[in-house]
């Protein structure tokens, strides 16, 4: 595990958030903020963070709802937009003018969304298995577990239970890597027992009639046009497809696509396959003027 401090910032409504700040970089070089997808959290970027540790500055948040953030009191503010406005009271209290946004799934949605609000300048971008067009296939599944609770005596039964759930997406992987991300998911309660580490609210936005209808995401990917962008997709990915992903990389001027083999929704983002890719981009953002 990399090293890392704690941060905490308020949003406008009133509520205590958190995220990780791993150090490193230059003076005057962006931050990465790194977002996570619907039911995860910071812990989901350890690994990233270690391998870009001393190089990078690694700023992994926990969206309102999750791990160390505070629920929230209006499980309607479980949306983007919310999202959105929490993410720039981060960039303004640790005043963060230009950072560089990594996104997996509904962390992509916010990335995109951010880049179309401008009030901070992004000076690359990675968008994880999300794009402005989402597969119903995907969409159902997603709806089919989040907000449903599940209790587990130890961590090795949390293990097994997400192996036998989530063994497309993952074919390769062995009970040490399920065990991990058993860890990155659940919490220890204080009775002693494996729960999920997220407020089980954060489904209710999907029960509204006609919640699929937001912001045009075509219109936020189109404000990346101009910056450095990685899209990647799982090979095995049901919530972006493979015509969508090349469609992104043809609507942007400086995109780059990666597709992960044998991985579905989503990649971890330390995948070998990833390791050039990602490499790339940051090298592309640091050759990037800095704005006067």
């Known amino acids: 595990m990399a ?71 209006d499980p309607m503010t479980y949306v983007p937009l919310s999202y959105v406005q929490d993410m720039e009271a981060l960039l303004a209290t640790l005043s963060i003018d230009r950072y560089v946004a990594f996104g997996t799934s509904l962390g992509g949605i916010v990335a995109m969304l951010l880049a179309g609000a401008g009030r901070a300048s992004v000076a690359g971008a990675l968008l994880n298995d999300v794009g402005p067009d989402i597969e119903p296939r995907g969409l159902a599944r997603i709806r089919g577990y989040v907000g449903k609770g599940s209790v587990f005596p130890t961590w090795m039964h949390a293990a097994r239970s997400i192996a036998d759930t989530n063994a497309d997406i993952y074919p390769d992987w062995e009970i040490e890597d399920w065990l991990a991300m058993a860890k990155r998911l659940y919490r220890l309660n204080s009775a002693g027992r494996i729960v999920l580490d997220y407020d089980l609210k954060i489904a209710e936005p999907f029960r509204v009639p006609g919640a699929e209808t937001g912001p045009d995401m075509w219109a936020a990917l189109s404000s990346l046009r101009d910056v450095p962008t990685l899209v990647v997709r ?57 704005p006067a």
């Open 3 to 73: 090293a890392y401090e704690n941060r905490y910032w308020w949003s406008v409504d009133g509520l205590r958030l958190h995220a990780r700040d791993y150090p490193g970089g230059r003076e005057g070089q962006p931050p990465i903020l790194c977002m996570p997808g619907l039911t995860r959290n910071a812990r989901d970027f350890d690994a990233l963070a270690a391998r870009l540790a001393g190089a990078w500055r690694v700023i992994a948040v926990d969206f309102r709802g999750r791990a160390e953030s505070a629920y929230a009191k």
């Open 234 to 290: 799982g090979g095995r990915s049901d919530l972006l497809s493979a015509a969508t992903a090349e469609r992104m990389v043809a609507a942007l001027d400086r995109a780059e696509l990666a597709t992960v083999p044998g991985v579905g929704h989503a990649p971890t983002l330390v995948e070998v396959a990833l390791h050039d890719p990602i490499d790339r981009l940051l090298a592309r953002v640091m050759q990037e003027p800095v």
